[in-house]
């Protein structure tokens, strides 16, 4: 009687030591690696494009490109499986957000060479956008141009507040001519102001 209680007791201990082993290990998924070249169809992928893992619009891993290449050290790529649900699964890979043409299937585990071929990106060189030529000022606005730069703005608004008040002859902001600089110069440079 001695003896099955004994065996009783081992058998409890067991358990509850070995169940979770067999419980963890029915969850446990090891990441896939990836690794290889990266090229554009016209030409070597340039350092520091990010290359993506993605299944089913997931990204399940990452790396950066580095001389033509990407996961390598430093810069690995391991696909995860988290859940463990990927097994099987295609997995796809994006550089710069561009889709490569090639696929995988992932192997919780494994570790496979996969070079990359990604379609020609579309020049990203931007067109030069022409610099308006600022039109000729009318002669009232030319008056309230404070420092002739072809424009009524906040440098003419300056040259008015530095000299509110002033009552110099040939002043640069006496924009009407009066003898001094007040609101009704104020007035002529709203009236002209520019954009």
Known sequence: MKSVKIFTQLTAILGILVLPVFAFAQGLSFPHQFFGSVNFTNGAAPNGLAVEARIN??????????????????????????????AGETVEFYVDGIKANETAIFASGNSSQKNLTIPAPTSTTPTPTPTPTPSPL???????????????????FNALMVNWG???????????????????????????WTL
Request: hydrophobic share 40%.
């Open 57 to 86: 619009g997931s990204v399940v891993g990452s790396s950066v490109t580095a001389g033509g290449n990407y996961g390598y050290n430093p810069n690995l790529l391991f696909a995860l499986d988290n859940n463990g649900v990927n």
């Open 138 to 156: 009318s002669a009232a606005a030319q008056k309230v141009d404070a420092n002739k730069d072809g424009k009524i703005d906040v440098l003419d």
């Open 166 to 192: 002033s009552t110099s002859v040939g002043n640069v902001a006496d924009f009407n001519g009066d003898g001094k600089v007040d609101v009704f110069d104020f007035n002529l440079l709203m009236i002209n």
